[in-house]
Nanobody, 124 residues
Framework: QVQLVESGGGLVQAGGSLRLSCAASGRTFSTYAMGWFRQAPGKEREFVAAINWDGRSTYYADSVKGRFTCSRDNAKNTGYLQMNSLKPEDTAVYYC?????????????????WGQGTQVTVSS
């Protein structure tokens, strides 16, 4: 069993930065792939970024590539999403998720555990 708790969301002006954290409980987190997703009002949940179990491999949606960086510290059971050059269209609730596999996946259904979400609002 893995429980995930996101933090770090908030209100920021366009061009600003935020760092989201995802704190995990459970001894198996370090063997799981981790993903970040977001959902804007009236839209479906979409993939943002993913990182494999040891942090050596990452993958990003085209919309955030070059602006967002996904990382993890398995010693602290925590994952991170550094978001730079934020745009109003990045406004959404952001979720972290853990999948019981070592390799990256962009498929929401592959993720077994989800956090409660944290709101990110980017003003223009």
């Amino acid at each position: 069993q893995v429980q995930l708790v996101e933090s770090g969301g908030g209100l920021v002006q366009a061009g600003g930065s935020l760092r989201l954290s995802c704190a995990a409980s459970g001894r198996t987190f370090s063997t799981y792939a981790m993903g970040w997703f977001r959902q804007a009002p009236g839209k479906e949940r979409e993939f943002v970024a993913a990182i494999n179990w040891d942090g050596r491999s990452t993958y990003y949606a085209d919309s955030v590539k070059g602006r967002f960086t996904c990382s993890r510290d398995n010693a602290k059971n925590t994952g991170y999403l550094q978001m730079n050059s934020l745009k109003p269209e990045d406004t959404a609730v952001y979720y972290c998720a853990a999948a019981p596999r070592r390799t990256i996946t962009t498929t929401p259904g592959a993720y077994t555990y989800w956090g409660q979400g944290t709101q990110v609002t980017v003003s223009s």
